[in-house]
């Protein structure tokens, strides 16, 4: 489900930066992708809390790690190219 819901928000970041482009209204395509930026980190919590209530141990140790600097870096970068064009437009304002 992790999978699906970040396919989803990178789709709609890049809808995002593509209306802002072209000088349509982005505003909903931005809240699209950050809310989908965190249905995907509260998937990826649930798939790991199953593995802890099966005491999967392996599992959490072979993933878990590089899992959460994933999470951190794609997180950051889900935030920072929504909010691109709100910075833009501050920015050519000033």
């Known amino acids: 489900m992790w999978i699906i819901l970040g396919v989803i928000a990178i789709i709609a ?3 995002n930066l593509y209306m802002y482009g072209t000088g349509k209204d982005y505003k909903l395509a931005m809240a699209v992708g950050l809310s989908f930026t965190a249905l995907t980190l509260v ?6 809390s199953d593995w802890v209530k099966v005491e999967d141990w ?3 140790l072979d993933v878990v790690p590089t899992m ?10 889900s935030i920072l190219l929504n909010i691109t064009p709100i910075l833009l437009e501050l920015k050519n304002k000033s």
Do not use: G, P
């Not at 959460?68 to 970068?77: D, G």
């Open 58 to 60: 392996s599992a959490l």
């Open 43 to 48: 998937a990826e919590y649930r798939m790991v």
């Open 13 to 15: 970041t890049f809808i």
């Open 68 to 77: 959460e600097t994933a999470l951190w870096v794609l997180t950051i970068l």
